[in-house]
């Protein structure tokens, strides 16, 4: 691939990007997204970043497809040794095995490729979430066969292992049978070799003699319908065997053994091979990535709309707040107690009517007459600000807690938490109460500097010291809550007129003016203490979301690294892939393929020097294949039974044929599967 390190490094940047739960909220559809993404990290992890490292590693084989297939006896027959373990339960593969030359042992017990699956080397069966490595001496160095399990497995474990083993694998040998091959689930998977332009074969097996043309002509039709026309195309027929866990003739899988050793004894066909399934599988990454990036998005979207809701219920608890403050309801009850003994007698109510010079005169003769008790009304104050507080922060939490719930992703993010965390936030947090009590004295506090600031003056000090500073701030802190809205016959006159007195009294201090601009300053300052206490409460709700959300920035740095994969893959050479997925079907004239070159003696086969010659009325036969002359079949020593003159080759392909297959068999007579 030439200097690949810009490319690798883009590679290993992108990893990075995806280390994290990019989808944690139910925005959309959310398991495709979840599955896009394993997707996409597996075979970045599994496949090319491995393979990027080493492009001149051995090349590895799948051996994947549907339930009764004969995966695992095609294994053992292609390697002439008892690997893997067929039968006729299922699943039967319930471990991958990888089959290897000895020269390629140490590259696959290392972990170089599928580094999720720990190893297991020796006899018997590895265990599941495990990669059994054995070593086969006929399987040529420099390729590897690995078996996978069921793609249709009834095991959701076997089904996303056997995606995860393909998608690791430079070349697919996907297998299938006469009564399976037109199922959904082979074709969602031979439609994913498609976009990736993963290099393919497909093994068609267990084939009746008398169904062979008919099978082979719909095959051939629906890899053309699904857009693999040209796939290189095998095909095992249907065989009676002496025991379930046999192996095939070697005649029946000979065709193929000899592909796969032309293959793995050529660098050059073992290169073309790899740099086709890398080359579409970077190019995928093209529209894989930006697809992820557009999901994050969504996410970003979706927690932005919860901030949103967490936003609108605080401050609903903010106005609420408000209209306690404005109410009069802080003014009845405890603090309408303490206010009368404040003052010394409700009998003032009635003088409010009178000039309020007068008022004054007889409020500084109750002061000066005995002590006011302005610490109760004080702390009766305090403590209705703070239940105020209380009640406008629970409020908001239910309220919150209702609008999440009603929305998927907020849904499944409290459920994520678990019930006693939603049950916390539900209400305000524990640790309110006290903030807010030091809130209120830290307003109170302010209250008190203001009218310090304020009659700083000698006459004002003067009128001030007539009933004391507390007393005064006291009386500012009625009238933040001055207004009578809300209230209704008796309580008007009760709580409004209290609030009324203590603004009289001020004005008399200070003036109408400073009254106005105090209590303003005043009732401001407490409504912002309020709102950092209520932000703070929501910041609770607002920490579930930081916890589980993509970093900002992550949905841009995807698409870059989408564009730098791109880029780089500009400087790579042009695969010729027509030759890499079908060897030998060059057009007419070109020579040999490109990733199975022209071997000239290869298991009794003779090849004429130049390419293959077209027998009148035949079909040009792929290298590897055998020469049919007009009216019969050239049947080679040791080499396969001839098929029915039929002119049907609609798709290069080596027959696995035989003189006879014989009946269907029943039982333990069938060929066995993995």
């Known amino acids: 691939m030439g200097d690949n390190d810009g490319l690798l490094e883009t590679l290993r940047e992108l990893r990075r990007h995806l ?68 039968g006729v339960l299922r699943p039967t593969t319930m471990a991958p095995t990888l089959v290897t030359s000895p020269a390629d042992r140490d590259w696959f017990t290392a972990q170089n490729i599928l580094p999720g699956l720990p190893r297991v080397t ?44 393909l998608a690791a694998a430079d070349l697919w040998l996907f297998t299938t049978t006469a009564a399976r091959y037109a199922d959904e689930v082979p074709w969602s998977f031979l439609r994913s070799a498609r976009e990736r332009s993963t290099a393919l074969a497909v093994i068609l097996s267990r084939v009746p003699p008398e169904a062979l043309s008919v099978v082979r002509k719909d095959l051939a039709r629906l890899l053309e319908a699904n857009g693999l026309g040209g796939t290189r195309l095998f095909e095992v027929p249907e065989l009676v065997l002496p025991e379930e866990n046999a192996r095939l003739p070697r005649q029946a899988v000979q065709p193929i053994a000899d592909w796969l050793t032309t293959i793995a004894a050529d660098s050059r066909s073992r290169a073309d091979v790899v740099r086709h399934t890398l080359s579409g599988a970077l190019e995928s990454l093209s529209t894989r990535v930006p697809a992820l990036a557009g ?147 830290g307003w109170q506090s302010y209250v008190l500097d203001l009218v310090r600031k304020e009659g700083a003056d000698k006459r004002t000090t003067a009128r001030i010291t007539s009933f004391g500073l507390n007393g005064a701030g006291l009386l500012l802190m009625l009238a933040v809550f001055a207004s009578t809205g809300g209230l209704t016959g008796i309580e008007v006159g009760i709580a409004g007129g209290t609030s009324v007195l203590s603004q009289k009294v001020l004005e008399a201090v200070f ?70 997925l079908s060897p030998g079907s060059a057009p007419e004239g070109a020579g040999s393929a490109a990733v199975v070159p022209d071997s000239r003696q290869r298991s009794g086969v003779q090849r004429p020097p130049g390419g293959v010659q077209r027998p009148p009325g ?39 044929g035989t003189d006879d297959g014989g009946p269907r068999a029943t039982g333990a007579g069938e060929v066995g599967e993995a």
């Open 122 to 165: 020796g006899n018997g069966r590895g265990e599941p979430g495990t990669l059994r490595v054995v070593t086969a001496g006929a399987l040529p160095p420099g390729l590897a066969l690995l078996d996978a399990p069921d793609i249709d497995s009834v095991v959701t474990a076997n089904r996303e292992l056997a995606a995860q083993l």
């Open 295 to 441: 999901a994050v998005e969504r996410q970003h979207a979706g927690a932005a709309e919860l901030r949103s809701m967490a936003d609108a219920a605080y401050a609903v608890g903010l106005a609420s707040f408000d209209e306690g403050m404005r109410d009069g309801s802080l003014l009845r009850g405890e603090v309408l107690a303490r206010w009368q003994d404040f003052i010394g007698t409700g009998d003032l109510m009635r003088s409010l009517e009178s000039r309020v010079g007068r008022v004054r005169d007889r409020l500084v003769a109750f002061v000066t007459g005995r002590p006011a008790p302005e610490s109760e009304l004080r702390v009766a104050l305090e403590s209705g600000v703070e239940a105020l507080i209380r009640a406008s922060a629970d409020g908001a939490a239910e309220r919150l807690m209702e609008s999440w719930s009603s929305h998927p992703a907020g849904r499944a993010l409290l459920e994520r938490e678990g019930v006693a965390t939603a049950g916390r936030l539900g209400r305000a947090s524990a640790d309110l109460p006290a903030r807010a009590q030091e809130a209120v004295r």
């Open 618 to 656: 035949g079909v040009q036969r792929p290298p590897g294949g055998v020469q049919r002359p007009p009216g019969g079949v050239q049947r080679p020593p040791g080499g396969h039974g001839p098929h029915p003159p039929d002119g049907s080759d609609d798709v290069p392909r080596v027959s696995g």
């Open 19 to 86: 280390d994290r739960d990019l989808f944690p909220l139910t925005i959309g559809d959310v398991a495709a997204d979840r599955r896009a993404l394993r997707e996409l990290t597996g075979q970045l992890d599994d496949y090319l970043i491995p393979r990027l490292s080493a492009i001149d590693a051995p090349l590895l084989a799948v051996v994947g497809g549907s339930t009764g297939a004969g995966k695992s006896t095609l294994v053992n027959s292609l390697v002439g040794a008892d690997v893997s373990e067929p």
């Open 511 to 580: 003036g109408d003016q400073a009254v106005r601009t105090l209590t303003v300053k005043a009732r401001s300052d407490l409504r912002a203490r309020v709102a950092i206490l209520l932000g703070e409460d929501a910041d609770r709700f607002i920490t579930l979301l930081d916890a589980v959300q993509p970093p900002e920035g992550t949905a841009p740095a995807l698409r870059t690294t989408a564009d730098a994969v791109r880029e780089h893959l500009r400087e790579l050479p042009v695969v010729d892939r027509r030759a890499a």
